[in-house]
């Protein structure tokens, strides 16, 4: 396939953060040319060719199809949602990257990694997969930059919106642990600003909070000040959440990385401040 300098974003459809959507809208303003890659044909993927990328479908998990989709790009954007297959992913991505050669990596991270080591890794086997990803990067000699987000902003609505909306209350096991939680969309804009002009990020790391640490009593308030009427926290055990998330039905390695983040909030894990979306867009995080 003919090099015109595509760059390529994975996970482009969007679920949750919809970080890979965001980015492919940002470089398409900025005139560069995107290919998103998308699991299935759908509604997302049209939305995603109306603005002008080329929607490629693939399954990141399938060498062959990961071969296919970067052929011809020359930048790649790796992240996908929170799956068991996360470090299989990655692998296959090196490995594919590094035959096909590519000039930048960008690789989403989580920001636990950075309290991670073989001595304290965690529950969640997300953040081991991420740590353990992160070293293969390491190993394979590509030109990587890797993104350590803290939890997303985004990430709080389908936590806190069923109890908020009935109960007027925000339902979670963090006790008064502090967090710093960033906007999806703050994430995309570095992860956009690396792959315009990727050269003075080559092997960097960055961390990416909001601008504030602030307990769920300090959430809480912003939600009433949002919605214009009260909204509290209720701090609950850690089991009970973990029941109410397996009413939910959600696959067993999505549940046990939420368990593990409420453990690590009420620990003061995500009590963290970090410079990194200023530091990459020349503008400071959003609230
Ligand atoms: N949420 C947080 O608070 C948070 C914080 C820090 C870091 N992170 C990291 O951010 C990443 C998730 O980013 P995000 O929220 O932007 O992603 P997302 O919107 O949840 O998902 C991105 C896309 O990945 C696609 N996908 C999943 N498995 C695939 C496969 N095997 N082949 C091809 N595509 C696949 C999904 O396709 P379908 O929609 O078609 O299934 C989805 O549209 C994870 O690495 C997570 O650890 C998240």
Not at 32 to 53: F, I, K, N, Q
Not at 196 to 224: C, K, N, W
Not at 251 to 268: F, I, K, N, S, Y
């Amino acid at each position: 396939m003919a090099d015109d300098g595509r760059i390529l974003v994975t996970g482009a459809a969007g679920q949750l953060g919809a970080v890979g959507r965001t980015v492919c809208g940002l470089l398409l303003d900025r005139g560069l040319p995107v290919r998103a890659m998308v699991r299935r044909e759908d509604d997302r993927a049209a939305a995603l060719r109306a603005v002008g990328a080329e929607v490629v479908v693939g399954d990141l998990l399938e060498p062959a199809d990961v071969y296919r989709v970067v052929s011809g790009c020359r930048r790649v954007y790796f992240g996908m949602s929170v799956s068991a297959g996360y470090l299989e992913a990655t692998v296959t991505m090196a490995v594919v990257a590094r035959e096909v050669g590519v000039d930048a990596v960008v690789n989403m991270s989580q920001m636990t990694v950075s309290q991670m080591s073989i001595q304290n890794t965690t529950s969640s086997g997300q953040q081991r997969q991420h740590w353990l990803s992160e070293q293969a990067l390491a190993w394979s000699g590509l030109p990587v930059v890797t993104i350590r987000p803290t939890m997303f902003l985004e990430s709080f609505s389908p936590l806190a919106a069923p109890t908020v909306r009935n109960r007027g209350r925000i339902v979670v096991p963090f006790g008064r642990g502090k967090t710093s939680p960033v906007a999806a969309a703050d994430v995309a804009r570095v992860v956009a600003a690396i792959l315009a002009d990727p050269r003075p990020h080559l092997g960097r790391i960055y961390e990416l909070t909001g601008p504030r640490s602030q307990d769920m009593h300090g959430v809480a308030r912003e939600f009433s000040d949002a919605l214009n009427r009260e909204v509290t926290y209720s701090d609950i055990p850690a089991e009970d959440w973990e029941r109410e998330l397996k009413k939910l039905g959600l696959p067993e390695h999505l549940t046990r990385h939420l368990v593990t983040m409420g453990e690590l909030h009420r620990a003061g894990r995500y009590d963290r401040l970090a410079d990194g979306v200023e530091r990459v867009t020349g503008r400071p995080a959003m609230r």
